[in-house]
């Protein structure tokens, strides 16, 4: 998945703010059950929260860059699974972050649909 | 209320991205409410919605600023409500905007409910 | 121009944040520029400042849309230009705003520089 | 520090986007210094830059709370420095992150100056 940067993406510092680099990857992530006509969810109260993130920030990204975003699977239980997602600018990696996300169903940790984990477990974006 | 520029709220022009000044309106009239400990709503599916935005871009705030925000009134009617909100650094009003709300219940225009009434309508924020 | 709307897109009453539309026409504006792979300064300390916004909401965007931006010239002096800028889900206009630009350098109003204004005077973004 | 919970920061899924917690102790962090009337520069071109955050999501947040970011020193080496940012919502832990920030100039990780070393070791925000 490709996202350009745009002023709102940057700070005064003149880069792009560190946070929206894990806002990219929620874009990835969501985009996998957007292009399949469906969303991240089943049905009302039910949906996939994040618990941990562990984010490496290697390099910088400017106003008018184009990033690509990459998500790898890295473990997959009953109720959770963790993702790795990476940025690149011009092919070179400049964040990584794993993620560990839990299924809830009105608030408790819940097996994770089938329809639902056969789009989240991607090769890639 | 005053509010402070962190780097969130700024962009690679080194100034306030132009947009924000319009949110720190809705956090004035939100924050209306949530002093009195209560939402702009009144049940489900129903709150105010922002019809039309006139807003003069008048000067810059910077990375540090401290602005204050001010809300008066300026005509009410039984469904809709416009509003002046007035944005200052050092005494300076940097930004001005006229807003219309209006306020729907299921998407139609409705009554906008007395207790709401008694608390969008203040002399000052 | 398209725009999917993510999670950082809509805020608790389940709808597009106000505010963001106005973001989604900046995006278009500086896309105009980096498609021509250039951003739109003609150098250090100058660019152009939004100095009025007159914005009507028609209608509204929910998690997963698609939004198409449409740019049109309206009017351009030699320091300034007028555009009109509407957004549309899925062929319906949900937003439509008029913009006062204003070319500035060093914060002064200069004539907007000719290869400039050639991108900003688009028949459609 | 004290955050309210504005409309912008919540989501579609009716609570706080996840990623605006590390947003809030950037704000924590930035704090420090704007209350010294200083920044978290040393002139042109230095800086802190994020290098690595660890994060646990532990509860959530919703529109109208009060939240309190709390900042403590982890550990503190030359050029670069480990935070812990907890943040509460009605005395309850709801999110935790370790932080590693690197001062560096032109690009490059510097000693970090003395007397902003003297802000960032903060007993609590």
């Given at each position: 998945m490709n996202i350009r940067i745009y002023y709102e993406?940057?700070?005064?510092?003149?880069?792009?703010?560190?946070?929206?680099?894990?806002?990219?990857?929620?874009?990835?992530?969501?985009?996998l059950f957007f292009e399949k006509n469906t969303t991240p969810t089943d049905g009302k109260n039910s949906g996939f929260v994040v618990r941990n993130i562990n984010a490496n920030?290697?390099?910088?990204?400017?106003?008018?860059?184009?990033?690509?975003?990459?998500?790898?699977?890295?473990?997959?239980?009953?109720?959770?699974i963790i993702?790795?997602?990476?940025?690149?600018?011009?092919?070179?990696?400049?964040?990584?972050?794993?993620i560990l996300l839990v299924f809830v169903r009105e608030g408790k940790p819940t097996r994770i649909p089938l329809h639902l984990a056969d789009i989240i477990i991607p090769k890639k974006v």
């Amino acid at each position: 998945m490709n996202i350009r940067i745009y002023y709102e993406d940057t700070d005064a510092g003149g880069i792009v703010y560190h946070t929206n680099y894990i806002k990219y990857c929620e874009r990835a992530r969501s985009e996998l059950f957007f292009e399949k006509n469906t969303t991240p969810t089943d049905g009302k109260n039910s949906g996939f929260v994040v618990r941990n993130i562990n984010a490496n920030f290697l390099g910088m990204a400017y106003l008018g860059d184009i990033l690509e975003v990459s998500t790898q699977l890295v473990k997959k239980k009953s109720t959770s699974i963790i993702l790795k997602q990476s940025i690149f600018s011009k092919k070179k990696k400049i964040f990584e972050m794993d993620i560990l996300l839990v299924f809830v169903r009105e608030g408790k940790p819940t097996r994770i649909p089938l329809h639902l984990a056969d789009i989240i477990i991607p090769k890639k974006v």
